[in-house]
């Protein structure tokens, strides 16, 4: 019963979205009888939206720390984002400086066919290219700051405004994620609502921005002394180390499932003559054409590796018989 204080999301006259705090009492007369209700009510829109950036801040931390991959975390990262501070659907770009491109890594979007379609037709391609794209994704890629779009339906830039109205999407926002001084990569995400620039998110995803390009900075550089440490730096292909713990597991497969496998070791007649007289440029390249056609002469469940020098090596598994090894050595020869 009155009074009390309440917290609650209300809507102006113009269709934006407040939070108030209001107080709830009742007036009484000489007999206490319940003659009417005063209410006092105060927006408090900037604090509670500056505790939720918070919140979402806590959040994104809290999944970056978690996650032991790039993989696990976009998704969670998305879907807090969005629940937290309450837009709809949102995606997760990778740039690839090189190719001028931006590779669309993960997606997430409330339970909405709409927007479900929306976000499928942003990402179908999975690649957004910086030379053509003139939208929300290459201003904030080479800006390398925020982008903020109140209606997507009056910008011109947005090419996929169509798809956002059939969707019931307005509002548009892009933040690059950055490590040190340079952008690698963009989160964008969409609202319902026409929404002008809230500043306290522009600042907040400052921070976020720079938690998520480090996160992914560290996960590539993991990646690449994982990659140099089981694999071959000249043709790319499984080093012995790698090989062998490969074999080990096919090993305990094979007998487990009762399905034979194979072991063909191959190396180069002459190789030694090619460094000689062509020197060791024409012989690496050798090395990296034969790693290719041996690559290709197998099936994509079979393992080729480079043992060192001109020695190779290639494991068959769940062969069927012996004459499907016999075919297999054919073919690499």
Known sequence: ??????????????????????????????????????????????????????????????VIGESRTLADAIPQVLRRFCETVDWQCGAFWALDPDARLLRCLGTWSIDRDAIRAFVAAGTEQSTANLSHEEGLLRRACTTGRPVWIADVARDEGFRRRDLAAEAGLHAAFAFPLRSASKVIGVMAFFHQDVRHPDESLIRAVHSIGSQMGQFMERMRTEETLNFVATHDGLTKLPNRALFMLRLDHAIVQARRHRRPLAVLFVDLDRFKAINDTLGHDAGDEVLREVARRMSSGVRDSDTVARFGGDEFVALLEEIASPAVVRVVAQRLV
Request: aromatic residues 4%; hydrophobic residues 35%; without cysteine.
């Open 1 to 62: 019963e009155p009074p009390f204080k309440v917290e609650a999301r209300r809507r102006r006259r113009d269709g934006t979205e407040m939070y108030i705090d209001a107080f709830v009492s009742q007036l009484r007369d000489d007999e206490d009888r319940i003659t009417g209700i005063i209410t006092m009510a105060s927006d408090i829109t900037d604090r509670k939206r500056a505790e939720l950036h918070q919140a979402m801040e806590v959040a994104v931390s809290r």
